[in-house]
């Protein structure tokens, strides 16, 4: 990698553990390419505090290919940043300038607590899908064939769409009211727009959406900040999906 | 109270109630605008009539508190639970790179909408159904049956300059309410599609606009003595 010329000031969530008190500190950090990631600027600072003898910054990332839906920063009040539809590890800094200050934290939400500096515990989202986002499929090796079930293009395209959610929480973090319904609704979607979801539809929506309460998040308010911050553009069309079925399913429970 | 236990069903209390609400402001504001026919309120004053008298309108009065108070303490719940869901704010936040000020900002101009409210109910509401009209003579004989003199009563609480600046800045909050609260009703019901979406917010931004210019025109028409 070619070393840059850009200069920063990094304000980064330092906090050592899920019960210690955090707080913003400052670092300085020269000789950053534009050519570089975030997460590789992030890992240039790691380099400069560690040299120094100091407790390395934690923060989440794994494939660093925009796909897997681990890394997971507030940067500059946004999440993920100031860029549309990319994780944080496809930002780059030649989106920010020589001599920018840049804010970075953790996802801030009831339901997605510290478990150091940006590091946050996501097992909500886990115990959501657990809770219902699945399919029931029968492995007895008389499994049908999926192209076999003819499914309209249109309905295959939306389900495509809402299954793109890589679970970030981004939603959670850009919402005012920490409300995970963006995630909820896509993978709600996902399931309900397909024939091989139809068995366990109402139970699954009424399941999720009682988890998604028990874990703390907060309530939409129709605002569509999660759908203009998510890295995969989902809408907020598949809120209102959820809506329906939930209505639906409380209406008349049995399918 | 399992009926409010879900968030998604609060959600559809907000809603059915908003629009109950949203029908109320088509006839209040449609009745009120008889005042323009500029005849000395004696339409305006014969509708008065018939919504205070008429039995169904009085039992559907009723509904409109309760929906109202179901709204408002609804609207509450919501609030307080939003917040806890947020324990430690940003640092560093830039809400409008992805949001609009009055999508966010519903619960504030909600609460203005209730002072203005009280406000309102003082100078109208209360003075027709308990007190008594303060403008003398309080009765006019139209047809010749006794009607209370509403229009009067309108002249003489929208000469004060300081009442028709509360009444505008009420229309105000209205506006921005009702302007994410429309569309906002219908995305919570679950009417979300792309096929009509464009026009349930075509059709809220036209009421809003209509509703709050024409509640707002009524203070100052009377203030600025075009309707006497």
Redesign the interface.
Same mark, same amino acid.
């Given at each position: 990698m070619s070393n840059g010329n850009m200069n920063l000031t990094l %304000?980064v969530?330092r906090q050592s553990n899920s019960t210690a008190a955090g707080k &913003?500190e400052t670092y300085q950090l020269g000789g950053v390419s534009p050519d570089m990631s975030f997460l590789e600027m992030i890992d240039m600072l790691n380099e400069q505090i560690i040299r120094k003898g100091e407790d390395a910054i934690a923060f989440d990332h794994d494939c660093r290919e925009g796909i897997c839906g681990m890394c997971s920063m507030?940067i500059?009040?946004?999440a993920h940043g100031?860029n549309r539809g990319v994780t944080t590890c496809q930002l780059h800094m030649r989106s920010f300038k020589d001599g920018d200050t840049i804010?970075i934290?953790p996802w801030? @939400?009831?339901?997605f607590p510290v478990v150091k500096d940006l590091m946050v515990d996501r097992a909500a989202f886990d115990r959501i899908i657990q809770s219902g986002g699945f399919v029931s499929v029968n492995t007895s090796g008389r499994t049908m064939d999926a192209n076999a079930i003819p499914i309209p293009k249109d309905d295959a395209d939306k389900a495509f769409d809402a299954a793109t959610c890589i679970g970030c929480g981004a939603c959670v973090a850009?919402c005012?009211?920490?409300?995970a319904?963006l995630f909820v609704s896509a993978k709600v979607s996902q399931f309900a727009l397909l024939p091989q979801g139809h068995p366990e539809r109402k139970e699954r929506v009424l399941n999720m959406? %009682?988890q &998604?309460?028990a874990e703390?998040?907060?309530?939409?308010?129709? /605002?569509? @900040?999660c759908e203009?911050?998510c890295p995969k553009s989902i809408s /907020?069309?598949n /809120? @209102?999906? &959820?809506?329906?079925?939930?209505?639906s399913a409380?209406v008349k429970p049995e399918n | 109270m399992g009926l409010f236990t879900s968030s998604l069903i609060k959600k559809y209390w907000m809603a059915a109630t908003g629009l109950f609400l949203i029908s109320f402001l088509v006839v209040h504001a449609g009745i009120n605008a008889m005042i323009f026919f500029n005849d000395g309120g004696e339409t305006f004053n014969e509708w008065g009539h018939f919504m205070g008298t008429n039995l169904i309108v009085r039992t559907m009065e009723i509904g409109l508190f309760l929906g109202l108070i179901l709204h408002i303490v609804d609207g509450l719940m919501l609030y307080f639970q939003n917040r806890k869901a947020r324990p430690i704010k940003y640092a560093y936040n830039k809400p409008s790179a992805s949001s609009t000020w009055y999508s966010r900002s519903m619960a504030l101009l909600g609460t203005l909408i209730l002072i203005f409210l009280v406000i309102h109910l003082k100078d109208f509401w209360l003075k027709t159904r308990i007190t008594g009209l303060s403008v003398e003579p309080s009765h006019v004989k139209i047809d010749g049956v006794m009607h209370e003199n509403l229009f009067a009563e309108m002249l003489l609480v929208f000469q004060n300059p300081v009442a028709v600046v509360i009444y505008l800045l009420g229309c105000f909050s209205l506006f921005w309410h009702l302007y994410h609260g429309f569309r906002s009703a219908f995305q919570s019901l679950g009417l979300n599609h792309r096929k009509y979406a464009s026009t349930i917010e075509l059709a809220g931004s036209v009421f809003s606009v209509v509703i709050s210019v024409l509640f707002a025109s009524m203070p100052v028409a009377m203030y600025l003595g075009w309707v006497k």
């Amino acid at each position: 990698m070619s070393n840059g010329n850009m200069n920063l000031t990094l %304000k980064v969530w330092r906090q050592s553990n899920s019960t210690a008190a955090g707080k &913003m500190e400052t670092y300085q950090l020269g000789g950053v390419s534009p050519d570089m990631s975030f997460l590789e600027m992030i890992d240039m600072l790691n380099e400069q505090i560690i040299r120094k003898g100091e407790d390395a910054i934690a923060f989440d990332h794994d494939c660093r290919e925009g796909i897997c839906g681990m890394c997971s920063m507030f940067i500059n009040g946004e999440a993920h940043g100031p860029n549309r539809g990319v994780t944080t590890c496809q930002l780059h800094m030649r989106s920010f300038k020589d001599g920018d200050t840049i804010y970075i934290e953790p996802w801030r @939400a009831e339901g997605f607590p510290v478990v150091k500096d940006l590091m946050v515990d996501r097992a909500a989202f886990d115990r959501i899908i657990q809770s219902g986002g699945f399919v029931s499929v029968n492995t007895s090796g008389r499994t049908m064939d999926a192209n076999a079930i003819p499914i309209p293009k249109d309905d295959a395209d939306k389900a495509f769409d809402a299954a793109t959610c890589i679970g970030c929480g981004a939603c959670v973090a850009t919402c005012p009211n920490s409300s995970a319904m963006l995630f909820v609704s896509a993978k709600v979607s996902q399931f309900a727009l397909l024939p091989q979801g139809h068995p366990e539809r109402k139970e699954r929506v009424l399941n999720m959406v %009682k988890q &998604m309460d028990a874990e703390g998040f907060g309530n939409c308010s129709n /605002i569509g @900040a999660c759908e203009v911050q998510c890295p995969k553009s989902i809408s /907020i069309e598949n /809120i @209102a999906r &959820m809506n329906r079925e939930y209505l639906s399913a409380s209406v008349k429970p049995e399918n | 109270m399992g009926l409010f236990t879900s968030s998604l069903i609060k959600k559809y209390w907000m809603a059915a109630t908003g629009l109950f609400l949203i029908s109320f402001l088509v006839v209040h504001a449609g009745i009120n605008a008889m005042i323009f026919f500029n005849d000395g309120g004696e339409t305006f004053n014969e509708w008065g009539h018939f919504m205070g008298t008429n039995l169904i309108v009085r039992t559907m009065e009723i509904g409109l508190f309760l929906g109202l108070i179901l709204h408002i303490v609804d609207g509450l719940m919501l609030y307080f639970q939003n917040r806890k869901a947020r324990p430690i704010k940003y640092a560093y936040n830039k809400p409008s790179a992805s949001s609009t000020w009055y999508s966010r900002s519903m619960a504030l101009l909600g609460t203005l909408i209730l002072i203005f409210l009280v406000i309102h109910l003082k100078d109208f509401w209360l003075k027709t159904r308990i007190t008594g009209l303060s403008v003398e003579p309080s009765h006019v004989k139209i047809d010749g049956v006794m009607h209370e003199n509403l229009f009067a009563e309108m002249l003489l609480v929208f000469q004060n300059p300081v009442a028709v600046v509360i009444y505008l800045l009420g229309c105000f909050s209205l506006f921005w309410h009702l302007y994410h609260g429309f569309r906002s009703a219908f995305q919570s019901l679950g009417l979300n599609h792309r096929k009509y979406a464009s026009t349930i917010e075509l059709a809220g931004s036209v009421f809003s606009v209509v509703i709050s210019v024409l509640f707002a025109s009524m203070p100052v028409a009377m203030y600025l003595g075009w309707v006497k």
